[in-house]
Nanobody, 123 residues
Framework: QVHLVESGGGLVQAGGSLRLSCAAS????????MGWYRQAPGKQRELVAA??????NYADSVKGRFTISRDNAKNTVHLQMNSLKPEDTAVYYC??????????????????WGQGTLVTVSS
């Protein structure tokens, strides 16, 4: 069993900042990559930022404003969000590509998700 737990969401005014964190726990063997997705009301879930090894990838809409970082020793990933806009309002989800143990068997999943944390940006 593996778990991803997000924290750090909340209400902020436009132009403000928030820092999201996600901690992975459980029978983890390795984490290949982690990322943040978001889903606004009535819209599909979209990739916001991802990090794997030394490489990062950002949605065009957040480039220059958001920064993803990772602490490998703590199995955590952070998303620093600056210059927030009302259109950034969404539920933000953490995702991981990881290998984990179940009993003595080793599995890989690209589908490990947290429960989501709500970010609301007021105008």
């Amino acid at each position: 069993q593996v778990h991803l737990v997000e924290s750090g969401g909340g209400l902020v005014q436009a132009g403000g900042s928030l820092r999201l964190s996600c901690a992975a726990s459980g029978s983890i063997f390795s984490i290949n990559g982690m990322g943040w997705y978001r889903q606004a009301p009535g819209k599909q879930r979209e990739l916001v930022a991802a990090i794997s090894g030394g490489s990062t990838n950002y949605a065009d809409s957040v480039k220059g404003r958001f920064t993803i970082s990772r602490d490998n020793a703590k199995n955590t990933v952070h998303l620093q969000m600056n210059s927030l806009k009302p259109e950034d309002t969404a539920v933000y989800y953490c995702n991981a590509d990881m290998a984990y143990y179940s009993g003595t068997a080793l599995y890989r999943t690209f589908d490990a998700w947290g429960q989501g944390t709500l970010v609301t940006v007021s105008s």
